[in-house]
């Protein structure tokens, strides 16, 4: 088999590249590609072109629009996957074992009593301080806003009940991203305003225009981290954006 | 920091230097977020296509971009795009969750868009927004008259491949042709397409 294999590496596996493209090789054609396409820049180069065919291929597929809170779960998922690395222990199981019963020997030998108490004693100890440790962090952990990104979902108001759009607010940051689907178009004097309220005070976070599917967006931008402020709202106004707001709502929501 | 400037590339490596890092989760979001805005919806429909169901796709992308996480390191933009690379992920993870399953798709989607037909398919909302421009469009068309211009037997295999992630030996047995037969049809169709793309320089032409 490795003759073959070796054949192959040698004559090269061009008629396998469109299938790897694709992803429909079985187990055996997969590792052979794969394990070639390491050390043979023909076939790799081969390859990137049916990859960017098949990357053309899903320009001309159904693309349905994920589910808005999708994002948030990407970037969740990608910390939770950290998290779970930094967590793992370092020790396997079997060696967790071999730990208590190093423990429980010592104690059946009237020579390592002595050991045995005072190993107690240090793991006593040892004990109080982590429990000490934990409190501080508890702490610490209090003094720390949860979450980093946080999505103020928008919803539309009366005049527009089937707008929809969102703001994603970073902790402590003083810019964020707004999106907004299924707007009403405007005239060409008029753009939409987003309101940063705080206590009842609008302060301008930008205007911004949709385009004729009734999508925009805008890098909201503000003097104050927008997780400062109760909540956003959009009105219509004149090109260009007004001092406060003088057109109805159109889309809210609160953080 | 604006990381919609960044380059994919610069994503990326922004990506393999925080990734798994602490206190540079700002920075790690920022820039997969980023790459989520460009790409999300792209590898979202690459994996609606073949497993036909909302909350898969959902679990899918959110995989795709916790392995371009891990993979970073190893990006060579040289090689291949970012978007390629993405949509690569995304075809292998749907194909795996399809024989993991043991069942095919019963999904309705099997076939390309003509272009006019941009319906509401299980309640989804279709392709809508500032992608939909001209130069899009056009590409668009470009593609479907290259699919459209294959014999019917290789739209035929290419389709079953496509969509429905069936190997060789599977669509070999589906359609009850030999599989040398079925292999050669899909390196056909797909050497054709290459071979279509790069002449309109929609795709790059391998210098090595």
């Given amino acids: 088999m490795d003759g073959e294999t070796g054949l192959m590496s040698e004559e090269h596996v061009f008629d396998l590249l469109p299938g790897y493209a694709l992803g429909i090789l079985d187990q055996e054609e997969l590792s052979l590609v794969k394990e070639h396409l390491q050390r043979c820049d023909v076939c790799r180069s081969e390859y990137v072109a049916y990859a960017e065919t098949a990357e053309q291929l899903a320009i001309i597929t159904t693309q349905p629009v994920p589910a808005p809170d999708l994002r948030s779960k990407v970037l969740q998922k990608a910390q939770q996957a950290e998290g779970y690395h930094q967590s793992r222990s370092l020790l396997p199981v079997s060696e967790k074992m071999s730990f208590r019963q190093v423990l429980r020997n010592l104690f059946r030998q009237p020579v390592g009593l002595v050991v045995g108490v005072l190993t107690l004693l240090v793991i006593l100890i040892l004990g109080i301080n982590n429990i000490l440790l934990r409190q501080q962090v508890n702490e610490l952990h209090a003094q720390i806003p949860t979450g980093y990104m946080q999505i103020v979902h928008l919803e539309g108001s009366n005049l527009a009940p089937e707008t929809s759009g969102y703001v994603m607010v970073f902790r402590d940051q003083n810019n964020g991203s707004l999106a907004v689907t299924h707007a009403p178009l405007l005239s060409e004097d008029q753009q939409y305003q987003i309101w940063l309220i705080r206590d009842g005070v609008r302060t301008s976070g930008g205007v911004f225009s949709v385009n004729e599917d009734g999508y925009g967006n805008l890098m909201v931008s503000a003097e104050q981290p927008l997780d400062s402020f109760d909540a956003f709202g959009i009105t219509i106004e004149p090109w260009g954006g007004s001092p406060q707001p003088t057109g109805e709502k159109v889309l809210g929501g609160e953080l | 920091m604006d990381y919609s400037a960044l380059d994919d590339a610069s994503l990326l490596e922004m990506i393999a230097n925080t990734y798994g890092k602490l206190n540079v989760e700002p920075i790690l979001n920022g820039a997969l977020g980023t790459l989520y805005d460009r790409y999300g919806r792209l590898v979202f429909s690459v994996a609606f296509n073949l497993v036909g169901d909302i909350e898969t796709s959902e679990e899918i992308t959110q995989d795709v971009f916790v392995r371009t996480c891990e993979g970073a390191h190893g990006y060579r933009a040289q090689l291949a795009r970012v978007s390629t690379w993405l949509v690569s992920i995304a075809r292998h993870r749907a194909i795996d969750e399809l024989r993991r ?43 479907q008259q290259m699919l459209a211009s294959l014999p019917a037997d290789q739209r035929q295999v290419l389709r079953l491949a496509y969509f429905k992630g069936m190997s060789h030996s599977q669509i070999a047995a589906t359609l009850g042709e030999p599989l040398g037969t079925v292999k050669s049809r899909i390196r056909l169709a797909m050497q054709r397409l290459r071979d279509a793309l790069q002449d309109c320089g929609m795709i790059e032409i391998s210098l090595d």
């Fill in chain 2, 101 to 143: 399953r043991g069942v095919r798709s019963e999904q309705a989607i099997v076939d390309w868009v003509d272009g006019e037909r941009q319906e509401q398919r299980d309640g989804l909302p279709v392709a809508e927004g500032p992608e939909r421009e001209v130069e899009t469009t056009l590409q668009q068309q470009t593609i």
